[in-house]
């Protein structure tokens, strides 16, 4: 989608792929075949491009720090990155800047014996109560990687397995969720930045299944996870689009997690703003004058589309979709598989009701199954986990 | 432009270019290299698709035919494309169908001598007055192939030169032009259409400068051109996006082009309309329900690019058309010369003249020369020709 942005403006997009059937590759105008954890694969593509990009986290950080003392324009920079990557340092530098997260520990995954691990753990708890949530500091992804542990038996379980990965273990408050919000930055490297209207999102299963904007919560609670998110990125020095996930509780909003790059709740930005988040990160990254983020009608709702229990292929239902009045349909190429994202659906119009009713009609129509807790309004206990 | 509206909606695209670098090929998922006037060539794309449509008219008619006849879905078919390939059929149906044109009389490329020729045009012009315009039925295109005669001997030269190429020549009444307007409709195969709001177009050159939506004139006068425009659809058993172009004389509405695809007086519906002309063309090719043509905004202003005298690249001065608010910018990836058509730029909006000055405004940071004739409002004659 970076890709597609990219050519009306002129502007021409070498893409780093490890198959040539990535779905990144048709849009690019050239692609080097490699690996975004290689710093040789990393050096070939830096070495075509004036500036160099990212629209996925699962690349070297070592590699990626390498190409900038190496002078490339690499944007977001490694530092930005870290944060996205690592759950541990992210809280840990939040936290430094004062800006609010749940409240946790690391412990580090050498260093500490299991007894040490378990001392720890129990001590948190004595503090903030059970159940905790647990989370291996690097590699998860949509609810993968992430536990709530009920006890210390099932919390030294949880934490000896991510110990013996090596990798390091975030233990939180079990925060209650009253809602969950999204706000997408996007900076440039002067520190220019421009901020879209504050997203709420709907989970379920640990995974997103729908956007609403503008959100139906307190205003004064959306203009504060805004300006939460505008001191995120100014302290991660972000360049391009960093989206901020937050969680609402009782009044305030917690930092959940970062991505540096064009987001999942941000692609309502396609059809829903003036500039979509696309064209913004583009434009950031060359460092050119950012676009208006305001909304192009007064409510906007997308909701993802996922493979259901028969497998079928929703290319073959777009019909039923493209009957529902202002539905946009976004399919993504996938094989499809039960349970498996495969596209969205964003409506703009009137009234959050309506355009919400529609979005979830034309993503039924494409065979997503019923979302448990869809459908929760702020203020309700969504019963749906981080 | 197709192939990118395709992509989202799950639908794969063959398109059939002559070269490699056609701006087509890179989008398209698959490439078949060959003419688009060679029977051949059209069997092996047709031989790949559900369904073939067009993106420009220089194709071969007859072997478009032949595909229709061997049971291939083309859409539009061979008869709807020959209303936009040659003037003269066009006038002739639209005129039977008593759909309003301007008064005009074919003149047949064989079968007339030069004196019969010069008795038609000067029997024509005692009814109609100098000066008379001619255009050859076929072959021209922004301007080209479009003469205006003084009297009957300059009138001669072009009958004759027109006759030598084996082309008709249509002979027309030179219309005072109060403002020129164009609508796009699309059609299903079974007759279900949508209408987009009525769009004015500035003219200077013969080639198009500039769109608005909605156009500043009488309501009653852009009615008019809507159902004409339904009519002709109707008529042409157009399928896909058909363009209608027409001129206001004296509060009444006269068709002079059809296009029967896609069109540039229609790219202002990528931001302007909820569904763009490319995604709803490709919805009625592939039979599934169109989508809605309201507008996103108050107003729309598209201003399209071309290269300026110093036949510098736009590419290298888009940061300033992007420090422009809300300015989109569509750049076509061709290599710049003085006057060539290089892209677009649409601003959407509150207000007609807020947008326009905008568009205009980014167009010119893209180094687009000022317009003779651009701004005339409805109601001044433009000075331009047809």
């Not at 990219?6 to 990144?24: C, H, K, Q, W």
């Not at 491009?49 to 002078?71: I, K, P, S």
């Not at 975030?170 to 969720?177: L, Y």
Request: negative net charge; contains cysteine.
């Amino acid at each position: 989608m970076l890709a597609e942005a990219a050519s009306p403006l002129g502007i021409e997009t070498v893409v780093l792929a490890e198959r040539p059937d990535d779905a990144a590759c048709p849009p690019a105008g050239a692609v080097v075949l490699g690996s975004p954890t290689s710093a040789t694969d990393l050096a070939a593509l830096a070495a075509r491009a004036d500036a160099v990009t990212f629209d996925h986290e699962q690349v070297g950080l070592a590699e990626v720090a390498a190409l900038e003392a190496a002078g490339h324009a690499v944007r977001p920079g490694a530092a930005t990155l870290e944060l996205a990557v690592d759950k541990a340092r992210c809280r840990e530098r939040l936290a430094a800047a004062e800006i609010p997260v749940p409240a946790f520990v690391v412990l580090k995954s050498p260093g500490l014996s299991p007894a040490e691990r378990l001392g720890a753990l129990e001590s948190f708890a004595d503090e903030h109560g059970w159940p905790l949530v647990l989370k291996a500091a690097r590699g998860g992804y949509d609810g993968k990687g992430v536990w709530f542990v009920a006890g210390p038996g099932e919390a030294q379980a949880v934490a000896e397995e991510v110990a013996s990965t090596g990798v390091d273990l975030v233990v939180e408050e079990r925060v209650a969720i009253e809602a969950e919000l999204a706000v997408l930055v996007c900076r440039r490297p002067g520190g220019e930045a421009v901020v879209w209207p504050t997203v709420e999102t709907t989970q379920s299963g640990g995974v997103c299944r729908e956007l609403l904007v503008p959100s139906r919560i307190d205003p004064a609670v959306l203009a504060s996870a805004s300006e939460v998110a505008r001191r995120v990125a100014e302290k991660a020095r972000a360049v391009g689009v960093l989206a901020v996930e937050l969680f609402v509780n009782g009044g305030r909003v917690l930092v959940n997690e970062l991505a540096a790059r064009p987001h999942n709740s941000g692609h309502w930005t396609i059809e829903g703003s003036v500039t979509s988040q696309f064209e913004n990160h583009l434009r950031a990254v060359l460092d050119l004058p950012l676009g208006d983020t305001s909304l192009n009608a007064p409510a906007v709702a997308t909701v993802n589309v996922f493979g259901g229990s028969d497998a079928g292929d929703p290319r073959a239902r777009v019909g039923g979709a493209l009957a529902v009045e202002g539905a946009h349909v976004h399919l993504y190429g996938k094989v499809p598989r039960p349970g498996r994202k495969l596209g969205h659906v964003t409506v703009t119009g009137h009234d959050s009701d309506g355009v919400r009713a529609r979005a979830w009609a034309a993503a039924r129509a494409l065979g997503t199954p019923e979302a448990e807790g869809t459908g929760a309004r702020a203020g309700e206990d969504s019963g749906v986990d981080p």
